[in-house]
């Protein structure tokens, strides 16, 4: 693990480790508690999840453009309360129109935490460290996810009402400590906006835009380890499932060491365009392994997805590394919180689309469905780096300097 820095981006850290410790004991319970003791079927839990989702695309922008013009701490305090008051409420929920309520809300707050929380690392922290910033926060959130899900691992075993809703209560609590602790950030002026120009202009940014659908594309890989596998380890090859485990600790671990590493680089746009390159195409080649232990031996099976994991977190760990410099490197001074609002649109839209297209890929057509994925991940891959040429032939003059080094 890399060392925690001092001050106001120490305490950004901090406030995303404890809201990812929040995160780790809804993801481990929410499925269950909503379906087992709420009474929802699968079909509400899935629509409600894609329509939070929605919300979080059309919000996004506008709240990260709020960011930037009334200051994105506040703006950060307000959304971590407004998680914290939906946590409180999913607790109350028993019919599906209140969760979809619930999930609406949610979704546009965390659009805004993304925007603002991007804005306000753009203000605090100078332009060289942003990247090595947003990759310790994702090693310690790693961290946090782990210790959540161990902590809600004694809601599985009660499997009753009561434990569910504790640890609800608990990923509640975790958003109230991370408003807290933002707090103690020192508020940052708004960003001065130039006297021309129209509003939202992320949205007008035709080569930025380009980007943010290429990485939400890029992103479907998540799906790949979370939803694809399990069902083509248990259905297609003869791995013994608990493989499943294994793959996901290979995951954790190499993110946990290596993801400050895979920074190295991607310091301008253009270095993060040649890390998506990489990333596009190892993700590729994962897809193959995972394609290739289909009907092997048992033991040649869980070497191809040992593999196969390895080169797909390799991808992971570049694809994000990429992400966050492009992103950072393309917006302009004035403008971070409504240019990292429209980049994690592309998450958003991820969580929308990949999982019934990867489940249909990879259930039903089988190895040609990962071998078709893997061509697209290694194309979406080739494509970033034109896409950010382009993007960097557009700047102007209030683009930041990063950016107009490698222009």
């Avoid at 820095?5 to 929410?30: D, E, K």
């Avoid at 009474?39 to 899935?46: D, K, T, V």
């Avoid at 920074?263 to 390159?277: F, I, N, S, W, Y």
């Avoid at 193959?288 to 070497?303: D, N």
């Amino acid at each position: 693990m890399p060392s925690v820095p001092r001050g106001p981006a120490g305490l950004m850290i901090l406030a995303n480790l404890v809201n990812a410790v929040g995160t780790g004991l809804y993801q481990t319970v929410s499925a269950l508690y909503l379906t087992r003791s709420v009474g929802l079927s699968a079909a509400e839990l899935g629509l409600g999840i894609s329509l939070g989702a929605a919300a979080a695309v059309v919000a996004g922008t506008p709240l990260g453009h709020l960011a930037d013009r009334r200051g994105p701490r506040n703006l950060l305090v307000v959304t971590f309360l407004v998680q914290c008051a939906g946590s409180v409420c999913l607790t109350l929920v028993d019919s599906f129109p209140l969760f979809l309520a619930v999930s609406v809300l949610t979704g546009v707050s965390l659009a805004g935490t993304r925007g603002a929380q991007g804005a306000l690392i753009a203000q605090l922290v100078p332009a060289d460290e942003r990247v090595r910033i947003r990759a310790v926060m994702r090693q310690t959130a790693n961290v946090g996810l782990a210790v959540g899900a161990m902590v809600a691992g004694l809601g599985l075993v009660a499997d009753s009402r009561p434990w569910y809703v504790g640890m609800i209560l608990g990923d509640a609590a975790t958003f109230a400590l991370a408003a807290l602790t933002t707090m103690r950030i020192p508020a940052v002026a708004p960003a001065s906006r130039p006297h021309t120009g129209p509003r939202l202009a992320a949205l007008r940014d035709r080569p930025f835009l380009t980007f943010t659908v290429l990485d939400g594309l890029m992103s479907m890989h998540f799906y790949m380890l979370e939803l694809a596998l399990p069902l083509w380890i248990a259905g297609a090859t003869n791995a013994p499932r608990w493989v499943v485990s294994v793959l996901f600790c290979i995951n954790t671990v190499c993110v946990l060491l290596l993801q400050v590493k895979a920074t190295k680089g991607t310091e301008t746009p253009a270095g993060g365009a040649r890390a998506a390159r990489r990333a596009g195409l190892v993700i590729g080649l994962a897809c193959v392994l995972f394609a290739a232990a289909g009907g092997r031996s048992t033991w040649l099976a869980v070497a191809l997805l040992a593999l196969g994991a390895l080169a797909h977190v390799a991808g992971e760990l570049w694809q994000s590394a990429a992400g966050w410099s492009i992103s950072f490197g393309l917006a302009p001074a004035h403008a971070h919180g409504e240019y990292q609002a429209t980049y994690s649109t592309g998450l958003s839209l991820s969580r929308i689309f990949a999982p019934p297209l990867i489940t249909v890929l990879v259930v039903g057509w089988g190895a040609p469905g990962w071998l078709l994925l893997g061509v697209l991940f290694a194309a979406v891959g080739l494509l970033i780096s034109p896409v950010v040429r382009w993007a960097l032939r557009t700047r102007g003059a209030d683009a930041e300097p990063v950016a107009e080094a490698r222009a």
